[in-house]
């Protein structure tokens, strides 16, 4: 899943995702909040969320705040890693007091972070 404001960035990151091979199902949502209906619904599993920081409306920490307050089984088996321009230590290390994020990655994903990103997923 792709939690990210930015058009380009979904594209561009789609494209990364999709040459780096393993196969990813990618699921795009330009706002959080549509991404957290969705991550409450009954919808399929998601392994990785890549969540960007800096959006509108509900940005990258209010989304992870409200995504830890769901049930176990709606988030137990999915892992999150920020997908930030933000290259802050700041954003860095609050990102990573949260128990549900596996990594950070600094925009733009490059090819070696996409290859890499599969072993963040739980298995």
Sequence with gaps: MLVDD??????????VLERAGGGFEVQTFEEASAALAYLRSDAPRVDLILLDINMPGMN????????????????????VVMLSSSADPADRERAMRYASVAGYVTKPLDPAAAAGLRRQAPA
């Design 6 to 15: 930015s058009e380009a960035d979904l594209l561009f990151t789609r494209i």
């Design 60 to 79: 990258g920490f209010e989304f992870l705040d409200a995504y830890e307050s769901l049930p176990n089984v709606r988030r137990d088996r999915s892992a």
